[in-house]
């Protein structure tokens, strides 16, 4: 590595409530360019909320969050994605009522930023997911929950993100899809793509990711590498082992 | 009586359950998307009505009124209603969104009463319609098979839209998730505005379509929206092929229960709306979670 990548996104001292609920005590986080960045968290830590926030979907109630040179805390949600930040999130991850070839082109978005990296189109979709080219006419509902998560990644891979987050991608995967999974992320790395991931499983995070953050209770508890984190098992067993 | 008169009836009564279908698939359309219940789609059809009549009056022309209102009506009326009254309720309670909705009823009804006054108006039938087509015993009046005409085609378009096109993809995504459509760049409220203006319009090609065969007066929208809610909710809340199926039932069943049954003709559509909610309390094309 030895080489610092530009910041693509930088959280600060986020708060976001949940009507009365405070569910984000200050956050901070930076995403660089061209790595994959792991929120690493239990359930209800503040993972999802916190990603939601920066995708303009939960208010924030203070903080910024720097995207592009700008704050886009009040920017309005699909202004944000249009922009390049695109999330595909665990709970929510694909239109069931749509077919898959239309769940590919609802989020087709041409690429903002001169970077040297692929430009995503159906056909290079097809060629990296080929059961979605198999399955393109069927309704995306229909489809078993491991490839539900191919297709809403490779939705949001159709919006050429800047900047993608991943929520939880192997939540409630057999260990084959989530092996898949772990391939796939790897070829987009290869590719200089800039990426945000969500996840309680470690050892799945650990293998992809270069910086790491844990959060629990709202709040970041480490920041650092992953190396780090292995020679510190006080950090893990309290904040992420269930 | 004999076989022919059925036929006769039943397709006076598919006509009347073609303007149920037009008011039906824009109450659902909005609610699927907007998860709002228009409970003024009544009073906009009436409305319809009452303009439709005036437009008539001073054009002499029907073809004027049948193709400017609808569009009037969907960008002015729907726009506007849309703009500066539904889009302040979509995160409030089911409740609220009723009360403001039967507000914009009662608006209506005086704004009704305030132009046209009392009495009840009817617009002629257009000449090129007048007449019947005979088929052996069977007589269908040339109007009625118009507005059949005009529903399916409708029926079609809309499907066309929702299946075939980037937009209907848009819309379908919209009433699976919002969120999700945001993220994937979409202007979520301008989806709404574009569903509601073509809902309303649907309102308006409503009232065009049943001006020629029915009487303006002020209280024909109480009766009409209910009819329409029970379509919609026959059908399946969201579900166009619901609204096209729901409306037919409701239509076909009432103009056959007058000969035979006259004093429940009007019990029969609740009797209706009873045993699909026994059976499938989602509606017929329903999804549980109220999807299109």
């Known amino acids: ?242 | 009586m004999s076989g022919d008169i059925w036929i006769s009836l039943l397709i006076a009564g598919l006509s009347r359950a073609m303007i149920y279908f037009l008011l039906a698939s824009g109450l659902t359309l909005i609610f699927g998307v907007l998860k709002v219940i228009n409970f003024a789609h009544g009073a906009f059809y009436m409305l319809g009505i009452f303009i439709c009549y005036s437009v008539v009056k001073f054009t002499g022309n029907f073809a004027v009124a049948f193709f400017i209102i609808p569009l009037v009506f969907g960008f002015v009326l729907g726009g506007l209603t849309e703009t500066f009254l539904f889009r302040r309720v979509y995160k409030a309670e089911h409740v609220m969104q009723l009360l403001l909705s039967i507000g914009v009823t009662y608006i209506i009804a005086d704004v009704v009463k305030i132009i046209w006054g009392v009495s009840p108006y009817s617009v002629g039938m257009p000449e090129v319609f007048r007449g019947f087509f005979s088929l052996g015993g069977i007589t269908i009046t040339k109007y009625n098979l118009f507005i059949i005409a005009i529903s399916l085609a409708t029926a079609l378009a809309m499907f066309a839209v929702l299946y075939r096109t980037k937009i209907g993809s848009i819309i379908r995504a919209c009433t699976y998730s919002r969120e999700m459509t945001m993220t994937a760049g979409v202007n979520v409220s301008r989806v709404f505005t574009l569903v509601f203006v073509a809902g309303t319009a649907l309102a308006g090609l409503a009232s065009v379509a049943a001006a020629p065969m029915t009487t303006g007066m002020l209280g024909m929208d109480n009766e009409m929206i209910m009819i329409v809610f029970s379509v919609v909710i026959i059908g399946g809340a969201g579900s166009i092929t619901g609204a096209l199926l729901g409306a037919t039932i409701i239509g076909v069943v009432e103009a056959l229960a007058v000969p035979v049954l006259p004093e429940f003709a009007e019990v029969i559509m609740y009797v209706i709306v009873a045993v699909v909610l026994l059976f499938r309390p989602q509606g017929l094309f329903g999804k549980s979670e109220a999807r299109v």
């Open chain 1, 1 to 242: 590595m030895g080489k610092i990548h530009k910041i693509v996104l930088e959280v600060k001292d986020l708060h976001t409530y949940y009507g009365l609920s405070h569910i984000l005590f200050g956050v901070s986080l930076i995403v660089r360019q061209g790595e994959v960045t792991c929120l690493l968290g239990r359930n209800g830590a503040g993972k999802t909320t916190l990603i939601k926030s920066i995708c303009g979907l939960v208010p924030a109630s203070s903080g910024e969050v720097w995207y592009q040179g700008k704050n886009i805390i009040k920017t309005p949600a699909h202004r944000i994605a249009s922009s390049g930040v695109i999330p595909a999130f665990s709970d929510n991850r694909i239109f069931g009522n749509l077919t898959v070839k239309e769940n590919l082109e609802i989020g087709k978005m041409r690429p903002r930023s001169d970077e040297k990296r692929v430009i995503w189109t159906i056909e290079k979709i097809y060629d990296l997911f080929p059961i979605l080219k198999e399955f393109e006419k069927r309704w995306a509902g229909s489809l078993s929950g491991g490839q539900q998560q191919i297709l809403c990644v490779a939705k949001a891979l159709m919006g050429n993100p800047e900047l993608l987050i991943l929520d939880e991608p192997t939540i409630g995967l057999a260990p084959v899809v989530i092996a898949s999974i772990g391939e796939q992320i790897e070829i987009l790395k290869a590719e200089n793509t800039s990426i945000l991931l969500t996840e309680q499983n470690v050892k799945f995070a650990s293998r992809l990711g270069d910086a790491c953050s844990i959060i629990d209770m709202g709040e970041i508890k480490y920041q650092g590498t992953f190396k780090d984190l292995h020679n510190n098992e006080s950090i893990v067993s309290e904040y992420l082992s269930v």
